[in-house]
Nanobody, 126 residues
Framework: VQLQASGGGLVQAGGSLRVSCAASGGTFSGYTMGWFRQAPGKEREFVAGIFRWNINNLYYKDSVKGRFTISRDVARKTVYLQMNSLKPEDTAVYYC???????????????????WGQGTLVTVSS
């Protein structure tokens, strides 16, 4: 599956932004989807994940719980990350990823994902 991320931009602290990831070339419903981010000088980290078999099972990095929401639209083959109450420390390049083999214990590992989008930059100003 090929992934195309979009929707990044510049936003003030406390603001909101939604990033999207459109999939093509595969059976979207068969993939678990994840959002990762990478800040300058830091390693890529898990942000949110949604399983293919139960879209109500949502998982988040602790620091974004209650502020970020991951969702997927199977008909549009798109996964979203709604980000509210943004903080300067949320500044990073955000990547979407897909996997047909990830399980709960490996959901947060970037090595569990086979396909990656190109990334979209989110900058939060203070």
């Amino acid at each position: 599956v090929q992934l195309q991320a979009s929707g990044g931009g510049l936003v003030q602290a406390g603001g909101s932004l939604r990033v999207s990831c459109a999939a093509s070339g595969g059976t979207f419903s068969g993939y678990t989807m994840g959002w990762f981010r990478q800040a300058p000088g830091k390693e890529r980290e898990f942000v949110a994940g949604i399983f293919r078999w139960n879209i109500n099972n949502l998982y988040y990095k602790d620091s974004v719980k209650g502020r970020f929401t991951i969702s997927r639209d199977v008909a549009r083959k798109t996964v979203y990350l709604q980000m509210n109450s943004l903080k300067p420390e949320d500044t990073a390049v955000y990547y979407c990823a897909a996997s047909s083999r990830v399980i709960l214990s490996t959901l947060r590992l970037s090595s569990s994902y086979d396909s990656w989008g190109q990334g979209t930059l989110v900058t939060v100003s203070s």
